[in-house]
């Protein structure tokens, strides 16, 4: 967002040269005029605040409107300034979070006003202009992050919850500051404006005067309006853990085919997926998306279908009950449901060097979104690893950083990369790739400033220049509070079908006259999708297909219509036709 302009007292609009501002046709305005209302404006007026939610979405018909960040504050500044045909608001207007900046009446006018929760419905009737208002809310919370807006998190680099703060934030993709007590004269100062003992840090600072001491992911998420966990003892059809594509795909296929569904993620929706800077191989996105912009899509398909997200909610208990599971979630609280599915997907592995451990959130990263990347402008960047997530992270950082050097184990970059991004990766004038190497060790007081790394095939260390790092060396399944529930491989991956059986006791589906299905665990009724199960397809399109599939097996279950049904008029079992059990095609 361009700061407004306004030489000799004119008022000059924002350009849109980002596609975050587009104009509404006067065709859609007149569509969208029934179902609000027009309403005169007056200069000065205060159309939404910063930390209030979004009421309604708003059109300009006249006048204009300036988008202010800090407003009233010493340090408020314009983040854009619109005119007739603009609409205001930003992702937080259809997700139901907090606005993250104040609108304010320049020129008066007329504005169009319709109530959000009616919008959202509109957009959902109509694509073109739910694609046209997704992509500016997308495009302008993008933008918002990069200038750093929104709330601010004042903290010690070392200290592990400023860590915690600036990941819940950034895998949330929630416009922020980090002010780090270390360096940073602006957070000495407003701790002491602020009256806050150092032992109190991390802070937030909201709205310019709001002040949370040190508070947990849940606190924050009510402070923005994420949907964290509010009942106690909810009950469901269905309960997807895990938030990433495999578990919204499931929400979204469970809402709509009339399951009560209620989905729940540790710290955020996406997965890693979310924090993908591009994709450029899934199916139907031939110039490929991101994976912030592919997650929000989903979110708001779930919303749309009536699934209940609730963020951060962690699980550490499935327990059987009566026909049912209970999952029980570590602040105590429990939703009970029919049915289970489990898309918890998997976490980056660290990367054991000495020293690593408190650069770790400064300098060394885990994912490579907008946020990190502006922290590494014009200096070069080392990326780690062999595989899709590590040449996706290459390219994107290379049109941010002065240079990347792509680390790589092996001695061949298709062994674990699609051929389509080793292609770009090699053919990129400032992507550097070092087959053979391995990072040894690392330097740097407040922040890295080189690694010394090997070459594995003869030995030789070398130093190699980097302000960042970013780590892209396999995962693990998060399943450790599933360890004596279920059946899980060697590895901790979710068994499923036929290995689930054979892993479990062969009697327990003795009553339900049938095998585990093709993603069922060896519990009934409990199904695993995405990068959680063992032996699943490491991609964004397969986990996706499976979620949806896993509630395609939820009915089934159900039904009790799986592989083997007991015939109710003869008694003795039989296979059930394909056609018999197959639900209505969505």
Same mark, same amino acid.
């Given at each position: 967002?361009?700061?407004?302009?306004?030489?000799?007292?004119?008022?000059?609009?924002?350009p849109?040269?980002?596609?975050?501002?587009?104009r509404?046709?006067?065709?859609?305005?007149?569509?969208?005029?029934?179902h609000?209302?027009?309403? $005169?404006?007056?200069?000065?007026?205060v159309?939404?605040?910063?930390? #209030?939610?979004?009421?309604?979405?708003?059109?300009?018909?006249?006048?204009?409107v300036?988008?202010?960040?800090?407003?009233?504050?010493?340090?408020?500044?314009t983040m854009?300034?619109?005119?007739?045909g603009?609409?205001l608001?930003?992702?937080?207007?259809?997700e139901g979070?907090a606005?993250?900046?104040?609108a304010?009446?320049?020129?008066?006018?007329?504005?169009?006003?319709?109530?959000? #929760?009616?919008?959202? &419905?509109?957009?959902?009737?109509?694509?073109?202009?739910?694609?046209?208002?997704?992509?500016a809310?997308?495009?302008?919370r993008?933008?918002?992050i990069g200038?750093?807006?929104?709330?601010?998190?004042?903290g010690?680099?070392?200290s592990?919850?400023?860590?915690?703060?600036?990941?819940f934030?950034?895998?949330?993709?929630?416009?922020?500051r980090?002010?780090?007590?270390?360096?940073?004269?602006?957070a000495?100062?407003?701790? @002491?404006?602020?009256?806050?003992r150092?032992?109190? &840090?991390p802070?937030?600072l909201?709205?310019?005067?709001?002040?949370?001491?040190n508070?947990?992911?849940?606190?924050?998420?009510r402070?923005?309006?994420?949907?964290?966990?509010?009942?106690?003892?909810?009950?469901?059809?269905?309960?997807?853990?895990?938030?990433?594509?495999?578990?919204?795909?499931?929400a979204?296929?469970?809402?709509?085919?009339?399951l009560?569904t209620?989905?729940v993620d540790?710290?955020?929706t996406?997965?890693?997926?979310?924090?993908?800077?591009r994709?450029?191989n899934y199916l139907?996105?031939?110039s490929g998306?991101?994976?912030?912009?592919?997650?929000? @899509?989903?979110?708001?398909?779930?919303?749309?279908?009536g699934a209940?997200?609730?963020?951060?909610?962690?699980?550490?208990?499935l327990?059987?009950?009566?026909?049912?599971?209970?999952?029980t979630?570590?602040?105590?609280?429990?939703?009970?449901?029919?049915?289970?599915?489990?898309?918890?997907?998997?976490?980056?592995?660290?990367?054991? /060097?000495?020293?690593?451990?408190?650069?770790?959130?400064i300098s /060394?990263?885990?994912?490579?979104?907008?946020?990190?990347?502006?922290l590494?402008?014009?200096?070069?960047?080392?990326?780690?690893?062999?595989?899709?997530?590590?040449?996706q992270?290459?390219?994107f950082?290379?049109q941010?950083?002065?240079g990347?050097?792509?680390?790589?184990?092996?001695g061949?970059?298709?062994?674990?990369?699609? $051929?389509?991004?080793?292609?770009?990766?090699?053919?990129?004038?400032?992507?550097?790739?070092?087959?053979?190497?391995?990072?040894?060790?690392?330097?740097?007081?407040?922040?890295?400033?080189?690694?010394?790394?090997?070459?594995?095939?003869?030995?030789e260390?070398?130093?190699?220049?980097?302000a960042?790092?970013?780590?892209?060396?396999?995962?693990?399944? $998060? &399943?450790e509070?599933?360890?004596g529930?279920?059946?899980?491989?060697?590895?901790?991956?979710?068994l499923?079908g036929?290995?689930?059986?054979?892993?479990?006791?062969?009697?327990?589906?003795d009553a339900?006259?049938?095998?585990?299905?093709?993603?069922? &665990?060896?519990?009934?009724?409990?199904?695993?999708?995405?990068?959680?199960?063992?032996?699943?397809?490491?991609r964004?399109?397969?986990a996706?297909?499976?979620?949806?599939m896993?509630?395609?097996l939820?009915h089934?279950?159900r039904?009790?219509?799986?592989?083997?049904v007991?015939?109710?008029?003869?008694?003795?079992?039989?296979?059930?036709?394909?056609?018999?059990?197959?639900?209505?095609?969505?």
């Open positions: 967002m361009s700061t407004a302009q306004h030489g000799n007292g004119a008022v000059r609009e924002t849109d040269r980002y596609g975050a501002f587009p509404l046709t006067p065709e859609q305005l007149q569509n969208l005029t029934p609000g209302e027009r309403r $005169r404006t007056t200069e000065g007026e159309l939404y605040r910063e930390g #209030e939610p979004f009421r309604e979405f708003l059109a300009i018909l006249s006048g204009t300036e988008i202010l960040q800090d407003h009233g504050d010493r340090e408020e500044r854009a300034l619109h005119g007739p603009r609409f608001g930003e992702l937080g207007m259809l979070q606005a993250f900046d104040t304010v009446v320049r020129e008066a006018g007329e504005i169009l006003a319709v109530p959000v #929760e009616r919008q959202r &419905t509109l957009i959902g009737r109509d694509p073109v202009l739910g694609d046209l208002i997704l992509r809310c997308l495009g302008r993008y933008l918002l200038l750093g807006a929104g709330f601010r998190i004042l010690s680099c070392y592990q919850d400023t860590r915690r703060l600036r990941e934030a950034a895998r949330n993709r929630l416009p922020h980090w002010l780090d007590l270390e360096r940073d004269k602006e000495e100062a407003l701790l @002491r404006r602020f009256s806050v150092p032992d109190e &840090t802070v937030v909201w709205k310019g005067d709001r002040v949370l001491r508070p947990s992911n849940a606190e924050l998420a402070l923005i309006g994420l949907p964290a966990p509010t009942a106690k003892d909810a009950q469901c059809d269905v309960v997807v853990v895990g938030a990433g594509p495999a578990g919204l795909a499931a979204v296929y469970g809402a709509s085919d009339g009560t209620i989905s540790a710290v955020a996406g997965g890693q997926a979310g924090a993908s800077s994709i450029e139907g996105f031939p998306i991101s994976g912030g912009e592919l997650i929000e @899509r989903a979110v708001l398909q779930a919303h749309k279908f209940r997200l609730m963020v951060p909610a962690q699980v550490n208990r327990t059987p009950q009566d026909d049912a599971y209970v999952v979630f570590t602040d105590g609280s429990h939703v009970r449901a029919g049915a289970v599915v489990l898309a918890s997907g998997v976490r980056y592995r660290r990367l054991e /060097v000495p020293g690593i451990e408190r650069l770790e959130g /060394v990263y885990y994912a490579a979104t907008v946020h990190e990347a502006s590494c402008e014009a200096d070069p960047v080392a990326v780690v690893g062999g595989g899709n997530s590590a040449g992270a290459a390219l950082l290379a941010h950083a002065s990347v050097h792509l680390l790589v184990r092996g061949d970059l298709n062994a674990d990369m699609s $051929r389509y991004l080793v292609d770009q990766v090699e053919r990129h004038p400032k992507i550097e790739v070092l087959l053979h190497t391995e990072v040894r060790d690392v330097s740097g007081k407040d922040k890295l400033e080189s690694l010394s790394v090997e070459d594995n095939t003869g030995g260390r070398r130093p190699l220049r980097a960042a790092l970013f780590v892209f060396i396999g995962a693990r399944p $998060r &399943t509070w599933l360890r529930a279920l059946a899980l491989d060697e590895k901790g991956f979710v499923t036929a290995d689930a059986r054979a892993a479990a006791d062969a009697t327990r589906w339900l006259g049938r095998a585990p299905l093709l993603l069922e &665990t060896s519990l009934p009724g409990v199904f695993a999708a995405g990068d959680v199960r063992s032996g699943s397809v490491k964004v399109a397969s996706t297909g499976e979620g949806a896993a509630i395609r939820v089934e279950h039904e009790n219509a799986g592989n083997l007991r015939d109710r008029t003869t008694g003795p079992e039989r296979p059930q036709p394909e056609a018999d059990r197959s639900p209505p095609r969505r």
